[in-house]
């Protein structure tokens, strides 16, 4: 599935704003942080991404 069909989906079902944004550089935000930041939808992916969707 490509980037921006995944980004229509998330959008379509209203769950893109709960998608947690992670970065490299930084340290894992906890589940607890993520609840309660309700971002806590995360998606992992096999390939690399782009990133402009995060």
Do not use: W
């Amino acid at each position: 599935m490509s980037e921006p069909d995944l980004q229509r989906a998330f959008q379509r079902a209203k769950l893109f704003d709960r998608l947690a944004g992670l970065r490299r550089d930084q340290p894992a935000p906890t589940l607890g942080e993520l609840i309660r930041a309700r971002h806590n939808i995360v998606v992992f992916a096999q390939k690399p991404v782009s990133g402009r969707f995060a």
